[in-house]
């Protein structure tokens, strides 16, 4: 049998109820493995997963087994952890690890135990929660952060999509940038273009062909011939009138609405400001309705300052750390700086915007200490309005070498007691992971007195 023992574990305390781990065979057929528990990693960490640090898998999310790699598993009997190639019970047959792509709205607290083998490649661009098996049900380790249901494929039905791509189509027979949501809905199944098309909650603005950084891990992009991206960039940029008619189209029918640029499948926006701000001025001429919103990399503070005049309501920065070392190693920014990013959110304040980060966290890396204390300085600083807590779409093992080229950091805190520490010390700070229509943003309390 091919197992590698490694360090043993203290007794659990208490009565504390281990998952039963799951693997993957050949086949990609799951199942779970008597006496032996899942395993949660966060860099060096290794931690079995028990029934009070989990959740019942939130609906929506998938399983993947990861090849070339080997699952560390908790012998329960034995109290150890060991690194295990074949099946206990079927001496022979290899076994993979298994990790959850957990639906939107929820943090990994940890990611899935494994060891790569020699020739392992690159995992596509997911995340890899740890996952187990209690009682008839998979359960992840997972931190909710968004209770909103505005991704919950329960309410997209497809029928309703196709309708929805039929009406609109009359509408705007010849809108290109309907056309490409049209492909983003039935190819790719976008949550955000679904919702364009169901009138409801959030629409997509992609506009921009190009990019200013080379980010590990870009969707759409992929300078790596050994990482396919996940979906195709935009191939062109949509007119001002274009961008007009979705937008106004989506703030006519939903209450409360939301319209942004910046997404999966596009470049970085503030480098397509060019049609961008005349459509921003063609909406506002119309109507002031609708929340106008942009997820951006904030690499051009100039810029964005226009944008804001022009009618932009709100931002959302994306960013992997506080760090610039950190920083740099993952967006690998061609024409800007760290300082740009942060000048752009020093101006997003000054002119009462509202201000969110897409911190993208990995356990194992954002939880560490210098991370947190990273983290928390900044926000000191620039009180901004949210954080979106979301998990990074990249191989964690690869992440954690990369970053940890990029600079030195301690044992991971765990990712619980992060998002308690920073509630604590900035209690007016909201959680989230989506962008909130401009009717919440006097809901959402913040620090603001304390910026100047």
Not at 352 to 371: M, Q, R
């Amino acid at each position: 049998m091919n197992v590698k023992k490694t360090m043993p574990l203290k007794p659990a305390q208490g009565r504390k109820k281990f998952l039963t781990a799951v693997v993957a065979n050949n086949n990609g057929e799951i199942f779970d493995l008597k006496g032996y528990a899942a395993v949660g990693m966060a860099g060096p960490s290794l931690v079995p997963l028990t029934l009070d640090e989990t959740i019942n898998m939130p609906f929506g999310g998938e399983l993947m087994y990861m090849p070339d790699r080997k699952p560390i598993l908790y012998n329960m009997e034995n109290r150890r952890l060991e690194t295990m190639g074949e099946n206990p019970y079927a001496p022979g047959e290899m076994i993979y690890p298994v990790a959850a792509f957990n639906s939107p709205g929820y943090v990994n607290s940890y990611i899935s135990a494994y060891r790569e083998n020699n020739v392992a490649g690159y995992l596509p661009l997911f995340s890899y929660g740890a996952v187990g098996w209690h009682k008839g049900g998979f359960r992840s380790a997972v931190i909710r952060v968004d209770k909103e249901r505005r991704q919950d494929l329960r309410l997209m039905k497809p029928e309703d999509v196709i309708n929805g791509i039929s009406r609109i189509k009359k509408k705007m027979p010849d809108n290109r940038l309907r056309k490409h949501l049209e492909k983003c809905a039935l190819e790719y199944g976008c949550p955000a273009a679904n919702n364009f098309f169901l009138g409801r909650y959030e629409a997509p603005l992609p506009t921009s062909e190009r990019c200013n950084a080379s980010c590990l891990g870009c969707l759409s992009l992929q300078h790596n011939g050994e990482i396919p991206h996940s979906q195709d960039r935009i191939v062109f940029k949509p007119s001002p009138e274009e961008i007009a008619e979705v937008s106004l189209e989506h703030i006519k029918l939903v209450r409360k609405s939301v319209v942004s640029f910046g997404q999966g499948c596009e470049g970085e926006p503030l480098l397509a400001a060019n049609v961008i701000m005349p459509a921003i001025e063609k909406i506002r001429s119309v109507t002031g309705r609708g929340t106008i919103n942009m997820n951006t990399n904030g690499s051009k503070p100039k810029v964005l300052k226009k944008l804001f005049k022009a009618g932009l309501d709100s931002i959302r920065i994306s960013i992997n750390s506080i760090r610039k070392d950190c920083y740099d190693a993952y967006f690998r920014p061609k024409s800007y700086k760290f300082s740009d990013v942060k000048q752009s959110i020093e101006i997003a304040l000054q002119q009462k915007k509202f201000v969110s980060i897409n911190y993208l966290n990995c356990p194992g890396f954002t939880d560490t200490p210098e991370e947190v204390e990273a983290l928390a300085e900044f926000l000191k600083q620039y009180p901004i309005n949210m954080i979106q807590w979301r998990n990074l779409n990249f191989d964690p093992v690869r992440y954690w070498n990369v970053m940890s080229s990029a600079a030195q950091h301690g044992s991971p805190l765990g990712m619980q007691n992060v998002l308690r520490r920073i509630k604590e010390s900035f209690p007016n700070l909201q959680y989230g992971y989506f962008n909130p229509p401009k009717e919440k943003f006097n809901l959402i309390r913040t620090n603001r007195k304390s910026y100047k």
